[in-house]
């Protein structure tokens, strides 16, 4: 009986607090609240200010306050009279205007539902400045009482005969500097920076002269013949053949450039590389080994070593001038989606003892009843799942205990138990046993994580907590792919918008693109908001959430295109990987004359990878295999989603090449085993529950809920913010079966087989590029152009996938009567 009044206690205690918590976090209660706040700091506010202009008149006011006879000259009467009196003359003088003007601050921050820790700092310092202010101002207190308040000059007079006048001083005006280094981060190097400097563009110009050819072989030549003007110099070839080579002098170099202005003369030279001054450097050293080799009487080449510079190249100039290139400057002012976009949930743990010890002595039983001892039991909770590890007793097989999986589930009548025997490790074996009452992990608390926040990873997604109640974070970078899948209803689409949010979150839209696909038309639909920001597509498209079959293999192929095309940029610049060529480009030593670029990362994400591949099969299942396998290095990641994780789905080609796999529950083994490669997901219990395998471990993770009008908000914010003009363009691709974004109907362009290639189509009525290889003996690719080359003349309809294109000309009359019409034109 007393075990259960006290349990009984408990719960109320815990309800109080819980109710407390509730009215604290009830956004009602914070508006009555932070509205209170901010009249009352205009209410003080306005009093203070009265009180200025009529303290003396309101000094024999002050004591009669209950009388109703006296009144006051304060705006706000004898109530304003006696708080300012208080606050003014008996308190800190002047600097007590700070009080209203923080107050109706702190009531604005609570309104806007900003972060409690800003408030509590600006009070802080509000408060230690009203002690250094009211001191400072104490030496004036002799002219008029009201600039340092009663605290001030009490202050001002203790501190006098121990520190005398001008100690004082120096110790406050010690204070005011820490206070402007801290608040304000001031430097020397950053007062440095204020004061005037030369021109810089007069420094760059001077530095390129030094660096100019002219200079270079002015310095070779003088170990052979000083003051000696350099015309014509003979050198060697590869070959080892003698060739003329010009050298351009002085006053020809000073002449070229004389009409260009010193700007004009910095922005022509912006642009040369390290392969510039090195050629410089090689032909002066050839010239001085010729010119030795002459002196003795014969020719040969020397190797020379390479001196050493100061200045590594100009790159290093520019950097220290004008600074690294920020490919974030053509949106500079835009502003990421702030956390109060994000709804909060009550996310403590609340630890349920009973619960905790009943689980436990039913384990214990379960196993005892097969002969199986445990020497040790512990308990580890997560928002939905508890995780028991037992240690069994010496002698027990593993396998006796995975065996008992069912048996355990029906005596803690529980749904989705899981064994891990034995836990990765550890030496346990883990049981999983739902929570009675799940927490919901909520987008807010992942996003302002340490762990997200603070991660220098390249693409990190804050995808849910573990068991142990910690933010699951990972680099999407390394990964580099990711395949999903889940049945109907458990979290799949969730997961996909937290994976989107997350990446929203940290990367501006100049540093990532993506590229949507939505089968289902509905899932992705919200972030059409975010075109011109975040999106890609191909040209001359209307949507870039691309829906229609037809168009998703085009972008597929398209990326392909744009991953050639960056694999080459990589290879001029003689780097391995994105990250690195990045790199090199902020570091401007990557010429854009060149096609040298920023290379922002681009994420493919495919909401219904099932439906693709039943309308278009091998035509989207190669370029996706082809994009796994190669475009990790050069920044295209894939997320692709599914709900049947089939075989025929999720082919063996496409596994080997996603090694990042997130599983949400599955109703068989056989789907666990074909995502995962291992049983487990068809235990999960749902409702964002899901398994994540980045190779042998698997981690079970509760998904992080991001509800639609969470998504709706963050897609407004972004979209409310200045945009690029247009969404990032993707290369162009014209099929093999001639169909692309554009088509060309120039009559002088088209293939000598035109005419019979039409007419064959007309009397067959079936618009293939098949049958006009077998009428015809040609190739697939021209007979895949004749077919795009009749869709622009309007002899047959466009592409319709597997079928056949659709003639729109019935006979050969009408067929003669278009052609002739085209050449009257």
């Not at 003698?242 to 006053?251: F, H, P, Q, R, T």
Request: overall charge neutral; hydrophobic content about 40%; proline content about 4%.
């Amino acid at each position: 009986m007393p075990r259960k009044s006290n349990a009984k206690t408990t719960e109320k205690k815990l309800s109080k607090k819980e109710k407390l918590q509730e009215f604290i976090n009830n956004r009602q209660t914070q508006t009555v609240v932070g509205l209170f706040i901010c009249l009352l700091g205009i209410y003080l506010f306005t009093s203070f200010l009265s009180f200025f202009f009529t303290w003396k008149a309101d000094q024999s006011t002050l004591s009669q306050l209950g009388d109703k006879t006296v009144i006051a000259k304060n705006i706000l009467g004898k109530i304003g009279a006696n708080i300012s009196h208080f606050f003014i003359y008996r308190g800190f003088g002047i600097s007590a205007i700070v009080i209203p003007i923080l107050l109706f601050f702190t009531g604005i921050y609570i309104l806007v539902k900003k972060p409690i820790k800003k408030i509590v700092k600006s009070w802080n310092w509000a408060l230690l400045g009203l002690l250094w202010n009211a001191t400072s101002f104490g030496f004036l207190a002799d002219k008029n009482p009201l600039v340092a308040g009663v605290v001030g000059v009490e202050l001002n007079k203790f501190l006098i005969p121990y520190l005398a006048s001008f100690g004082l001083i120096i110790i406050l005006l010690f204070g005011y500097v820490t206070y402007l280094v801290i608040r304000f981060k001031i430097t020397p190097e950053k007062i440095k920076s204020w004061l005037p400097e030369k021109k810089v563009f007069e420094d760059l110009q001077s530095d390129l002269q030094s660096t100019t050819p002219k200079t270079a072989v002015k310095e070779t030549a003088k170990t052979i013949e000083e003051n000696t003007p350099i015309e014509e110099e003979n050198t060697i070839d590869d070959k080892g053949e003698l060739v003329e080579e010009k050298i351009i002098s002085l006053d020809e170099f000073e002449e070229t450039d004389k009409p260009l202005t010193s700007f004009e003369m910095a922005v022509k030279n912006v642009t040369p590389t390290i392969k510039n001054h090195s050629t410089i450097k090689k032909e002066t050293s050839k010239e001085d080994t010729i010119k030795e080799s002459e002196k003795s009487g014969e020719l040969t080449v020397e190797q020379i070593k390479k001196e050493e510079t100061s200045t590594q190249n100009l790159s290093d100039k520019l950097v220290k001038d004008f600074g690294e290139f920020d490919p974030t400057l053509d949106l500079g002012n835009f502003k990421f989606p702030t956390l109060n976009l994000l709804r909060e949930y009550d996310e403590s743990i609340s630890v349920d003892s009973a619960e905790l010890e009943a689980n436990k002595n039913r384990i214990v039983d379960t196993l005892n009843n097969y002969k199986i001892g445990i020497a040790q039991i512990k308990a580890t909770v997560g928002p939905t799942i508890t995780l028991y590890e037992i240690v069994p007793e010496a002698g027990i097989r593993i396998s006796k205990i995975k065996n008992l999986e069912d048996d355990i589930a029906l005596s803690l009548s529980a749904l989705g138990i899981r064994i891990i025997a034995p836990i990765p490790g550890k030496g346990t074996i883990g049981i999983e046993v739902p929570n009675q009452n799940a927490n919901i992990v909520s987008m807010n608390s992942v996003i302002a994580s340490n762990r997200f926040q603070q991660s220098k990873m390249e693409l990190p997604i804050a995808m849910g907590k573990t068991i142990s109640n910690e933010t699951f974070v990972f680099d999407l970078a390394k990964a580099p792919h990711l395949l999903m899948a889940g049945a109907t209803g458990q979290g799949k689409s969730v997961g996909l918008n937290a994976i989107l949010t997350s990446l929203l979150y940290k990367k501006h839209p100049a540093e990532i693109k993506f590229v949507l696909v939505d089968p289902k038309k509905v899932e992705l639909t919200l972030f059409n908001k975010i075109e011109r920001h975040y999106l890609a597509k191909l040209p001359d498209t209307d949507e870039a959430i691309i829906t229609d079959t037809t168009k998703v293999v085009h972008t597929l192929n398209s990326l392909c295109i744009e991953m050639d095309n960056r694999y080459d940029l990589l290879k001029d610049a003689m780097v391995r990987n994105i990250k690195e060529y990045n790199e090199k480009f902020k570091a401007r030593k990557l010429n854009p004359n060149d096609g040298h670029k920023f290379l922002p990362y681009i994420v493919l994400v495919i909401d219904e990878f099932a439906d693709l591949i039943m309308t278009a099969g091998k035509e989207v299942e190669t370029p996706i295999a082809r994009l796994a396998q190669l475009a990790r290095a050069i920044g295209i990641h894939l997320i692709v989603a599914t709900q049947r994780p089939s075989v025929n789905v999720i082919t063996g080609i496409i596994k080997a090449n996603f090694p990042l796999r997130i599983a949400f529950r599955v109703t068989s083994k056989i789907d666990s085993r074909t995502i995962l490669d291992a049983p487990g997901a068809d235990q999960l219990i749902g409702r964002g529950d899901l398994l994540i395998s980045s190779g042998n471990d698997l981690i079970r993770v509760q998904c992080a809920f991001v509800d639609t009008p969470e998504v709706e908000k963050i897609t407004d914010f972004i979209g409310s913010q200045r945009a690029y003009p247009e969404a990032y363009q993707l290369p162009e691709y014209i099929g093999e079966d001639g169909s692309g974004t554009e088509l060309d109907n120039n009559i002088a362009d088209r293939d000598k087989l035109f005419k019979e290639a039409a007419e064959t189509i007309v009397i067959a009525q079936q618009g293939s590029a098949s049958l006009l290889q077998r009428k015809l003996k040609l190739g697939y690719n021209r007979a895949g152009r004749l077919i795009d080359q009749m869709e622009a003349a309007g002899i047959v309809g466009p592409f319709e996938g597997s079928k056949a294109r659709q003639v729109l000309i019935t006979d050969l009359t009408s067929l003669e009567q278009l052609l002739d019409n085209e050449k009257n034109k």
